[in-house]
């Protein structure tokens, strides 16, 4: 019998114009390394948008960087996608501005043991969440 993971969130596509200069940014702060893919086209009438993956466990939630004509604009309105920051959201703030970005809300403690989080604006233009337990 095959079990299936249950999750709010299955996967997300951060919208962005300019996919190197994004992948370089979320690598920078992040630490990790995006896989670059191309989509397939969702028209048969359009060019196929390029991915930047974020790594993810198969059994957790995925997501990436998406860059293609049909592609939405970036915005700081709307839904807040939390990316994990792990092991230190300190050290991922510090590499913010640095690599382009905006801190909007800076470190935020959570109660308990459920860590902090911060928003961040990307280099596109995007308002992202980063949370980790330290």
């Known amino acids: ?46 060019s196929a948008p390029t991915l930047a993956i974020f790594p993810y466990d198969e059994a957790g939630v995925g997501g990436c960087l998406v860059a293609g004509a049909d592609t939405p604009r970036p915005t700081t309105d709307g839904a807040v996608v939390y990316l994990n920051a792990s092991p230190s959201l300190d050290a991922a703030l510090e590499r913010v501005t640095a690599a382009g970005g905006r801190i909007l809300v800076p470190r935020t403690e959570l109660p308990g043991d459920m860590g902090a989080f911060a928003h961040i604006a990307d280099t596109e233009g995007n308002r992202v969440g980063l949370h980790a337990l330290a």
């Open 1 to 46: 019998m095959q079990h299936t993971q249950q999750h709010a969130v299955n996967w997300f596509e951060l919208p962005v114009r300019d996919i190197d200069r994004a992948q370089s940014f979320y690598e920078t702060i992040l630490a990790r390394t995006l896989r670059r893919e191309q989509s397939p086209a969702a028209r048969p009438d359009a």
